[in-house]
């Protein structure tokens, strides 16, 4: 569900953004469930009275901002039975009355419901549209029908329902009651709410978070009621809830065993090291000096812009403009990849491979820096030795050190061209699309890409490359925690804890100004190493936050090359990716010195101080979005057959 797809009209779509799905194979508690509800649907969801209260004093500037109210209330409404539970209309006579997976909802009428549902069918046509009255008109029509017609009150409902067995030792107790069911009742299917088109991002978003409402109520809404237990008939139809998937079944299972989550282990205080960690000086300690002998990027093929985050926006989401998102992170646009992440890494190897002229045989490690494989066996290098003829090399192993992974890895490559004294290839690559899921600081940030480099032996009597390396790792718990993926508490996926990101980050980075401030220039001709950088290339993390933090640290903006803005934040790939681009757009055009530092989650960071030769960068564009004629084509020009849930949207204006 995680991965995007692009639609009919060549528009980029999360699934996992629009239909809420959780992973229960990684609920332990019902408590770890309560967080998860809690964080999704509660935290930003106004209950009715909070609208009706809205309403009253006329808090409402324009028919969007009630309308999206709508929308969070009926997702809060649904919070249980969207992610848990199918819901299938049955005959009561027809419903088993001892099975232990086949449940009842207890429900309570809605207190003052119709005064609620009053207020919004009156306030609408009073404010103002914000952006286009027909198209609100016609999604407004959608959400009200779910809204307008609801009877239960959503406060009181519980993630898990009772049998049926259970729900009949309560005569008094109230369940949905159909007079009838029509099975083809229609409703949006997967395509039309992947196919939803709207010129303005926010009324996208809105569109198919109705389409996904309306579908939880698949029956004619207008004739339902709560009926007591001991007033159903055969013939009346309930609303049986089963769960959705295995995963949610052994849930219950496991929570009717009586689980319980288990405390996490409590880290101790952090203690700062004996005595600081010298940066590596390559010229002093080493005996083989490294070369880089060429430096490949590839670039993600599908373009994601502000736009599309926005169209894309989740349930669970604060509102955010494509100019804010911007504003906040510094992205206007990130690339994703329509390739695995084997196929991207791959790809960028043969590349570099090509450009330096080397072939399999000559190849005498191979490191592979990425923080989003799901490759354990082979590791992803071994893969990459496998598909490039390599019939054995002396190392090639997986690296994860997150976004400082270009320093690691060129750490790594320098230490194992001493024992080989053969070129060494470092693959830089990250596929983030699949593994945000509906995060929305994630979405907004990460990105996929690749890069390789091979750094060879230079000549005898030149000078390296290489000239200065340093990593680093660890900190206090809440930095080393402060990215984490997978995480059970999201859906298991990534996630950005802000605060501590930046603690560590500007931590780091005064840490590594400080030592290069103090080291002395290689060559002997200027006071201190950071008189000799021309330019710094840091890790593209969020532009905003960086040039934040290089303020701090005595940097200014015009010392710093970013392009952020239209690749994103590729982890481990990004400063790599940066350096092509540098070359690429002109602003590195003969040999120079570049101060590189990357750091991230783990609270791990690294940099390089390396001469970068244009000549040895493989220059390329990114390739456009691949959908041809599919790119921006819109519903009137995209011809497609009739689908039964035409019907909904004529019925809905």
């Not at 600081?276 to 490949?296: G, H, I, N, W």
């Not at 002395?520 to 200027?526: E, H, I, K």
Request: charged fraction near 25%.
């Amino acid at each position: 569900m995680n991965a995007f797809v692009l639609n009919r009209h060549g528009r980029p779509v999360f699934p996992s953004s629009i239909m809420p799905q959780l992973d229960f194979s990684t609920m332990t508690s019902l408590e770890q469930l309560d967080n998860v509800i809690r964080r999704d649907f509660e935290t930003k969801a106004p209950s009715g009275t909070d609208i009706l209260d809205k309403v009253r004093i006329g808090a409402y500037e324009d028919r969007y901002a009630l309308m999206r109210d709508v929308a969070l209330n009926l997702f809060w409404a649904n919070r249980f039975s969207i992610t848990m539970y199918d819901k299938r209309p049955t005959r009561w006579g027809d419903l088993p009355r001892t099975r232990t997976d086949v449940f009842l909802p207890v429900l309570q009428p809605w207190e003052d419901g119709a005064t609620k549902v009053a207020a919004v069918e009156s306030a609408y046509p009073a404010l103002p549209p914000k952006w286009d009255a027909e198209v609100e008109d016609r999604i407004f029509g959608i959400l009200f029908d779910v809204f307008g017609n609801r009877k239960n009150h959503a406060t009181t409902l519980p993630a898990v329902k009772p049998t049926v067995a259970e729900f009949l030792q309560d005569p008094d107790n109230l369940t949905f009651r159909l007079p009838s069911y029509d099975p083809d009742y229609p409703v949006f299917d997967y395509d039309d709410i992947l196919d939803c088109w709207e010129d303005v991002p926010e009324l996208e978003a809105l569109h198919r978070w109705a389409m996904v409402l309306h579908n939880q109520y698949p029956w004619d809404r207008a004739g339902v009621e709560l009926t007591r237990a001991d007033q159903l008939s055969d013939d009346d139809y309930v609303v049986a809830f089963h769960p959705r998937d295995k995963g949610v079944a052994d849930f219950l299972r496991r929570l009717s065993a009586g689980a319980t989550k288990r405390p996490a282990p409590r880290a101790r205080e952090s203690r700062q090291p004996v005595r600081p960690y010298p940066a590596v000086d390559v010229r002093s300690q080493f005996t083989v000096m490294p070369k880089l002998e060429a430096l490949v990027a590839i670039h993600g093929d599908q373009p994601f812009t502000n736009d599309d985050v926005v169209r894309n926006s989740s349930y669970n989401w604060s509102p955010m403009s494509a100019d804010e998102i911007q504003e906040k992170t510094g992205v206007e646009e990130r690339r994703y990849t329509s390739l695995s992440l084997e196929e991207l890494a791959l790809q960028a190897a043969e590349a570099a491979l090509e450009k330096a002229q080397r072939g399999p045989e000559e190849i005498g490690g191979v490191v592979v820096c990425t923080c989003t494989t799901s490759r354990l066996l082979p590791s992803l290098a071994t893969y990459i030795c496998g598909q490039l003829g390599i019939y054995q090399t002396h190392a090639a192993f997986d690296l994860i050190a997150a976004c400082a992974g270009m320093p690691y890895g060129l750490s790594d490559a320098v230490r194992i061209l001493q024992e080989v004294q053969r070129p060494v290839l470092v693959v830089c690559a990250e596929k983030f699309s699949d593994k945000v899921g509906n995060v929305r600081p994630s979405r907004m940030l990460f990105a996929d890409g690749a890069a390789a480099m091979v750094v060879g032996v230079a000549p005898e009597g030149e000078e390296p490359d290489l000239d200065y390396l340093q990593t680093y790792a660890s900190g206090p718990a809440s930095e080393v925690n402060s990215i984490i993926w997978p995480n059970p508490d999201f859906d298991n996926n990534v996630t950005v804890f802000g605060p501590q990101v930046k603690n560590l980050a500007g931590r780091y980075l005064t840490q590594m100004i400080e030592e290069i401030g103090a080291l002395p220039d290689p060559r002997g001709q200027a006071g201190s190493l950071l008189e000799t950088i021309d330019l710094i290339v840091p890790h593209q993390a969020n532009k905003t936050m960086v040039l934040q933090l290089a303020e701090r640290a005595g940097l200014g903006a015009d010392q710093l090359y970013f392009n952020i803005e239209r690749v994103g934040n590729a982890s481990a790939a990004s400063i790599p990716l940066a350096i092509h681009d540098a070359v690429r757009d002109g602003v590195i055009t003969q040999p120079t010195r570049i101060f590189a530092p990357g750091f991230g989650a783990g609270a791990v960071a690294g940099y390089a101080v390396m001469r970068i030769d244009p000549a040895v960068v493989e220059v390329r564009e990114p390739a456009a979005r691949e959908v041809g004629t599919a790119e921006s084509i819109a519903p009137e020009e995209a011809a497609s057959p009739r689908r039964a849930s035409d019907a909904i949207q004529e019925a809905f204006g």
